[in-house]
């Protein structure tokens, strides 16, 4: 059994990646990353693996599947909440259109918060803007978050 994480400690393993640059299926701290590879490298810091490693991906990669890959992955390793119950350190998935699957992923920080890496962007810490509430589609919470 591991030991409950903190959703304190789980904004701090966020934010040490902020200025990491943005670069497509990448997850290294300071070197690159895209919204995959900074949840994947969080989830790492907690609990020292990753549960899986995704197979590679276009960017256009949601749109291609039609399906809801993004969530059924994070169903497998973190444990769904309702959007608006989200708090600080939980995983917050968007779709960038109402028929399209979601297919970016950010942290939350704080009511109204997140830290997301979004192309050509390094990752930052930025307002949950009425653009971005809108486009919410699923939230989870990292497994032993108490």
Sequence with gaps: MTAPVSSERVVAAARRWLGTPYRHQA?????GCDCLGLVRGV????HGTE???PPPYTPDWA???RAETLAAA?????VEIAPTAALAGDVLLFAF??????KHCAIQTAPG??????DPHPVAEVSIVP???ARLRFAFRFPGTD
């Design 131 to 133: 653009w971005w509430r």
């Design 74 to 78: 994070a169903r497998r390793h973190l």
């Design 51 to 53: 549960p899986e490693v």
């Design 97 to 102: 259109a109402p028929r399209s699957p979601a």
């Design 27 to 31: 997850s290294l701290i300071g070197v």
């Design 43 to 46: 989830y790492r810091d907690l």
């Design 63 to 65: 749109e291609a599947r």
């Design 113 to 118: 918060r997140m830290i997301h890496a979004y």
